[in-house]
């Protein structure tokens, strides 16, 4: 199954956001979510700017 762009950023963030919780926000986990969090957000957004 391929998921849409922000189906991906969602399911990111949900994955980010349960590591920050267990882990910590300063957890190596929790920043690399956020890095690839980052970089599909910024995929977005340059594809909203055309």
């Known amino acids: ?6 189906e991906e950023i969602e399911l990111l963030r949900e ?4 590591a920050a919780t267990e882990k910590g926000l300063t957890a190596a ?3 690399e979510f956020s890095r690839r ?3 599909l957000m910024d995929q ?3 594809l909203k700017k055309g």
Not at 15 to 18: A, D, G, S, T
């Open 29 to 31: 986990e929790t920043i």
């Open 44 to 46: 977005y957004a340059g």
């Open 15 to 18: 994955e980010m956001m349960k």
């Open 1 to 6: 199954m391929e998921w849409t762009l922000e």
């Open 37 to 39: 969090l980052d970089n």
